[in-house]
């Protein structure tokens, strides 16, 4: 007789069988009290799990391809500014004080300033003093007509004669100062050129000025040198503000009204200066938006441009000398833009 099989162990009860009968045993809930709240439980972990799983994965950063495209950006910006001082090289280069302009011009070997005779000189002689050539053939001419120079200040009064080689010439000029009981002289135009003076006539400019604040004077104030007039006082003003305040005198040099006119930044350096200590507004290149940035005369949009790409990439700047590490930026750029960044 075959044996009889045993019989089937009953299965165990587990999830939301378990729950259900815990709940129902120890906390006294209704079937479908204890059903609505595993169901809300499975709900809530649900809520709590599921918006991580289905987040979209973050992309990829790789810095060896972020740092082969900006590489690639530098290289095409430098080959960019490459052309770009080439075309400014050579559409200054025929402008008054070099290149073809000036080779049509002999060039005159200079003598060394012992006194002399203004009414004696050639215009060749005058050049041999540093005048420009197109001066001192006015000189000449002028003399001439006038019957010749009787004081230094119709001298200094030829029209385009530089302030500083007129100061460098003077003090061996073998005439008086000004014609004797006439130290209105300069102010009238000189020999053969009488004219009554009249209200309309625009203030004479002082003939000792004071030296000033090159970061707290206005236009006016500018316009006492000789040679800046009111235009060349207002882009002076327009360039400091764009700057920040200016650091050194020889930062007049970049105003593009005085890039053809050694002679007069020479003289608003004679009659200007920057006080010691001076601290010129500055842009946080850390904070800093790409529109903040670019509008500053020593940045532009190419850098302003690879300075935050630069940062979003490795992070905030340090100290401003961090911003070396960038291609494009030259050294004598960066002793520029030095004094107005900072990192914070």
């Known amino acids: 007789m075959p ?5 089937p162990t009953p299965r165990q009860p587990w999830g939301l069988a378990v729950a ?16 609505g709240l595993v169901l809300l439980l499975l709900l809530m972990l649900g809520a709590v799990l599921l918006p991580p799983l289905l987040r979209p994965a973050d992309p990829t950063y790789l810095p060896a391809a972020d740092q082969q495209q900006l590489n690639g950006w530098a290289d095409d910006l430098s080959a960019r500014l490459a052309i770009s001082d080439s075309v400014e090289r050579q559409r200054y280069a025929g402008r008054r004080y070099g ?35 197109f001066v001192a053939g006015r000189i000449v001419n002028y003399g ?8 230094k200040a119709q001298v200094q009064r ?12 003077a003090p061996f000029m073998q005439l008086p100062d000004a014609l004797p009981g006439r130290p209105d ?27 000033f604040d090159l970061n707290k004077a206005d236009t006016t104030q500018l316009q006492q040198i000789k040679g800046i007039g009111r235009g060349r006082a207002k882009w002076i003003v327009i360039r400091r503000n764009e700057l ?8 007049l040099a970049d105003v593009f009204v005085l890039r053809d006119a050694p002679d007069l930044v ?70 520029k833009l030095r004094p107005y960044v900072r990192c914070e």
């Open 144 to 151: 001439q007509k006038a019957g010749g120079f009787k004081a």
């Open 158 to 169: 030829i029209y385009g004669l530089p302030d500083s080689v007129y100061q460098r010439l």
């Open 266 to 335: 020479d003289s608003l350096r004679k009659y200007t200066f920057v006080t010691p200590g001076f601290v010129p507004q500055t842009v946080n290149v850390n904070s800093a938006t790409f529109d903040e940035l670019w509008p500053h005369p020593y940045v532009g949009k190419p850098l302003a441009r690879l300075i935050v790409a630069f940062r979003k990439q490795h992070g905030p700047y340090k100290t401003p000398e961090d911003l070396r590490q960038i291609k494009i930026l030259k050294e004598e750029s960066f002793v």
């Open 99 to 133: 290149g073809e302009r000036a080779s049509r011009y002999p060039t005159v070997p200079q003598v060394a300033l012992a006194p002399f005779d203004p009414n004696a000189l050639s215009a060749t002689d005058w050049e041999a003093r540093g005048v420009p050539h």
């Open 185 to 211: 002289y300069a102010a009238r135009g000189g020999a053969g050129t009488p004219f009554a003076a009249s209200a309309s006539r625009p203030a004479r400019k002082p003939a000792r000025l004071q030296p």
């Open 3 to 7: 044996a009889t099989p045993p019989p």
């Open 244 to 251: 920040g305040g200016y650091v050194d005198e020889a930062q």
């Open 20 to 35: 259900w009968r815990w709940l129902r045993r120890y906390v006294n809930f209704s079937r479908t009290e204890a059903r």
